[in-house]
C-alpha cells in the first residue's frame, strides 16, 4: 500500500513539474512573439524614417531650380535631414528635420511656379504619404507594446516574465522638441 502511494505521489508531482514546464515554455514563446511584434514596429518606424531622409534630396533638389536664392531654408533642410540621420529616431533632430521640411514646403507658396511644377506636386504628395505611413507605425507600434506590456503583466507570466529577461516596453511618446507643436492649431493656406 505504501508503495502504491508513494508511486502516485511520485507520478502526480511528475505531471505538475512537466505542465509547469509547458505553461513556462508557452508563456516564454508567447512573450518572444510579441516582443518581436514591438522590434518589427520599430523597425517599420525606421524604415519610414529613411524613405524621409530619401525624399529630401530630391525635394530640395527641385526647389533649388526655382528658388535658388533661399539658400538658408534649403541648407536648413540638408543640415536637418544631416542631423537626423545620424540621430535616434525619438530624438529632436527629427522634429527640426520636419520644421525645416515644412518652411522649404512653404516656399511654394511663395514660388507660384515652383508650386505649380508637377515634379514639386509630386514630391510633396510623396513626403505626405510617408509622414501618414510613419503615423501608421507608430500606432501600430504602441498598439504593439500595449499587447506585450499587458501579456507580461498577466498572470501567470508575470510570475516568471522578469526572470526571463522581458523587461517592459516602451511607447512611442513625443519627445520634448514635438510636444510644443503638437497641440498648436495647424497653419492652413488656400
Known amino acids: 500500500m505504501v508503495d502504491i502511494l508513494g508511486s502516485f505521489w511520485s507520478s502526480a508531482m511528475l505531471v ?10 508557452g508563456i516564454y514563446n508567447s512573450l518572444v512573439r510579441l516582443r518581436q511584434n514591438v522590434r518589427q514596429g520599430v523597425a517599420d518606424i525606421d524604415a519610414q524614417l529613411r524613405q524621409r531622409h530619401d525624399l529630401i534630396p530630391n525635394l530640395v533638389e527641385t526647389v533649388q531650380g526655382y528658388a535658388g536664392h533661399e539658400a538658408g531654408t534649403l541648407q536648413a533642410v540638408i543640415a536637418a535631414r544631416s542631423a537626423a540621420s545620424r540621430g535616434d529616431p525619438s530624438s529632436g533632430s ?7 521640411l515644412d518652411n522649404l514646403l512653404a516656399l511654394g507658396e511663395a514660388y507660384p ?4 511644377s508637377a515634379n514639386f506636386q509630386s514630391l510633396q504628395n510623396e513626403l505626405g504619404d510617408v509622414e501618414d505611413k510613419l503615423a501608421a507605425a507608430r500606432r501600430a507600434l504602441n498598439a504593439a507594446v500595449a499587447r506585450f506590456n499587458s501579456a507580461r503583466e498577466a498572470f501567470p507570466a508575470v510570475l516568471f516574465a522578469g526572470l526571463l529577461g522581458f523587461g517592459e516596453a516602451d511607447f512611442h511618446r513625443l519627445d520634448d522638441s514635438e ?5 498648436q492649431v495647424p497653419r492652413i493656406a488656400f
Open 179 to 183: 510636444k510644443g507643436t503638437v497641440d
Open 16 to 25: 505538475i513539474a512537466v505542465g509547469l514546464v509547458l505553461l513556462l515554455i
Open 113 to 116: 511656379d515652383l508650386k505649380a
Open 94 to 100: 527629427e522634429q527640426q528635420l520636419r520644421v525645416a
